[in-house]
């Protein structure tokens, strides 16, 4: 089996379960109001429970015992009637609010967690494994929903209801009363026991799920390379055995789940039973602990409301492992997401954005929220429409001393480092294969933060990087360029698409730049995804551009043109560009050769 796949040791829980629970409540910020309102309507519906009851047992007294006419009973059974349709509504009403506030608390969730991942940086998310994160925003998430809609409105009626159901036993019947008042605190307590060990195994579920995702995703990814090295079999095996102890931990949960309703359905039939013997006793005269005589009014009163006294904290203990599955989730998306910290390294998109830029990453999910900042005039300037020759401020590029270090790497990719490239000058990184051509240029778009040195570049740049493997998503070409500018016309699509030669290869495919591309540019040869992330980056309208090896993999009728392009729009601008290419060399004014690593000499 996979080693990835193998059971890990769960970590402690990092504060005591109170401190969790006020985070797990905090969340619910944002929608206090209906929350609030949700719990109200729980109440009164279970308060109207007692009127119900003690207007069943005034008809029944009255029809049965006293004689009357059963018509003189029709006001007090409409009565009922109204009672009935008033609590179904009320329970309507209190699903409603708190189905409204958990799609509002996700949401917020989902938000934070987006931000977060953006400012967690390049270097973060490339060590995470994508079916991993979406198991983070997705399921983990929705583990919230129970504790929300199910615990929060049960944990208010389990304490408003049945004490007022009780003071209504009391003064029905004290010794009925004083049986629901003894029993009661067994509830809580069993509740307690189940629940710890329901937390333990809600978290290894979601660990196993989240395990699983993952490497679902992964493998799902590689199918090809798996069948070309024919390890389907094995792959199959390894994936049978993650579906299996999945299988095991959510029936573990299941178990615990269906053994607590079982303990608390005991306890509460146990004192019903209680009552009920009471009350029958009584009536047979085998005991007489009331000062009056008991009516069947008062007797068909405590036995209607002694199963409702309990059934607030019973529904209280079914939604208790909700509680227990969400103190998990909260602990499990603290500990996988990547802290928040201010001004991280790069985001999601890396340097397709400008460090002047806008708050708001060219990301689906913020581009309602940039359109109406827009609308209110928040955003700084809009970019100016694709252009050749630069008018973006082509900045100067200083570095000293700089060493560049992978996060997790056990030596450094340069070091010492000493670089001036002046504004609106054209460099080549130059070097052997594995010198750290890319490493540099991802860390002068700021990806990558450089482990010693200094390397300083005007903040208010605005940086193109177009990396080797560039990052195009399931959707239109031209849905890829627009990422680089959101509202870019067709005929700046165009002009873009065609410099970076994106047209040579659009125009044979079946709708052109509107053809659609699978994930990771899914359909597109190598060189293909580089000449669109060239076509983004042109869009951007950089001041800075940072090309790594765009012209690999192009036959030279091609590469020419690329570069006569390129060099017609680099004019005014500052560019870096990392190449093996002699082509590539001849457009730019000097090259920057990288010494090899001495490790990476044979
Ligand atoms: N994410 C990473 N973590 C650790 N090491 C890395 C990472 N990415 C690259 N490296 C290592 O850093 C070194 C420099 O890699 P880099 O990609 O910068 O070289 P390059 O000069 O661009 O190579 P090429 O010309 O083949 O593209 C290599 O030894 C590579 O193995």
């Not at 401190?19 to 519906?45: F, I, K």
């Not at 009584?282 to 199963?307: N, Q, W």
């Not at 529904?315 to 492992?321: G, I, T, V």
């Not at 909700?322 to 802290?339: K, M």
Request: proline share 6%.
């Amino acid at each position: 089996m996979d080693q990835t796949l193998a059971a890990e040791p769960l970590p402690q829980p990092s504060a005591s379960r109170a401190a969790q629970v006020r985070r797990l409540d905090a969340l619910g910020a944002p929608a206090r109001g209906r929350l609030r309102a949700a719990g109200a309507c729980t109440v009164l519906a279970g308060w109207l429970l007692i009127a119900q009851a003690a207007l069943i047992a005034f008809a029944v007294q009255r029809a049965l015992v006293d004689g009357h006419d059963p018509a003189t009973l029709l006001p007090t059974l409409g009565v009922l009637l109204g009672v009935g349709m008033l609590r179904a509504g009320l329970g309507w009403a209190a699903r409603e609010f708190a189905d409204g506030a958990v799609a509002t608390i996700r949401t917020q969730l989902r938000r934070t967690l987006a931000r977060r991942l953006f400012a967690a940086g390049v270097p973060w998310l490339r060590r995470q494994r994508s079916g991993a994160l979406s198991e983070l925003t997705g399921t983990h998430i929705d583990a919230l929903e129970g504790y929300f809609t199910g615990y929060v409105p049960a944990r208010v009626e389990s304490i408003a209801v049945p004490l007022l159901m009780l003071a209504a036993a009391f003064h029905a019947d004290a010794i009925v009363g004083a049986v629901l008042l003894l029993t009661l605190p067994l509830i809580p307590f069993f509740m307690m026991l189940v629940g710890w060990s329901a937390e333990s195994a809600s978290r290894r579920q979601l660990r196993a799920l989240a395990r699983m995702g993952g490497h679902f995703a992964d493998r799902l990814r590689g199918l090809g390379l798996i069948r070309v090295y024919g390890r389907g079999e094995d792959e199959l095996a390894g994936i049978h055995d993650a579906a299996e102890a999945l299988r095991a931990r959510s029936l573990k949960v299941l178990q615990i789940a269906f053994l607590s309703s079982t303990v608390l359905e005991f306890f509460a039939s146990v004192s019903v039973a209680v009552i009920a013997l009471y009350l029958g006793l009584s009536y047979l005269g085998m005991i007489d602990l009331r000062a009056e005589p008991l009516t069947l009014g008062i007797g068909l009163f405590c036995l209607l409301l002694a199963p409702e006294f309990y059934a607030p904290m019973r529904r209280l203990a079914a939604h208790y492992h909700d509680r227990a599955g969400a103190l998990a989730a909260l602990e499990e998306i603290e500990q996988s997401s990547p802290p928040l910290k201010k001004g991280g390294w790069g985001d999601l998109l890396g340097a397709q954005q400008s460090r002047s830029q806008s708050k708001f990453p060219s990301f689906p999910l913020f581009q309602r929220r940039r359109a109406s900042a827009e609308k209110r005039g928040e955003t700084s300037t809009p970019s100016p429409p694709f252009s050749k020759g630069g008018n973006a401020g082509a900045p100067a590029i200083v570095v000293r001393d700089v060493a560049l270090r992978h996060v997790g790497a056990a030596r450094d990719v340069l070091r010492g480092l000493d670089l001036t490239i002046a504004p609106g000058e054209h460099v080549a990184v130059t070097g052997p294969s594995g010198c750290g051509k890319s490493t540099l240029l991802e860390t002068l778009a700021g990806w990558l933060p450089p482990s010693a040195g200094t390397m300083r570049i005007e903040p208010a740049a605005r940086i193109g990087y177009a990396p080797q493997r560039p990052f195009l998503f399931h959707g239109s070409l031209a849905d890829n360029l627009r990422l680089a500018k959101p509202d870019a016309s067709p005929a700046e699509l165009q002009a873009a698409a065609d410099a970076a030669q994106v047209l040579r290869f659009a125009a044979y495919l079946p709708d052109g730049l509107d053809t659609v591309i699978g994930e990771r540019g899914f359909g597109l040869s190598g060189g293909e995804a580089r000449r669109v992330a060239l076509a983004r980056v042109y869009l951007r309208d950089p001041g800075l551009l940072l090309l790594d090896e765009p012209t690999a993999f192009l036959d030279p009728d091609t590469e020419r043109a690329l570069l006569d392009a390129l060099a017609d729009y680099a004019r005014g601008r500052t560019l870096i560009i990392a190449t093996h290419s002699p082509a590539a060399l001849r457009i730019v004014a000097r090259a920057l050769p990288l010494p090899a690593m001495p490790e990476t000499v044979e």
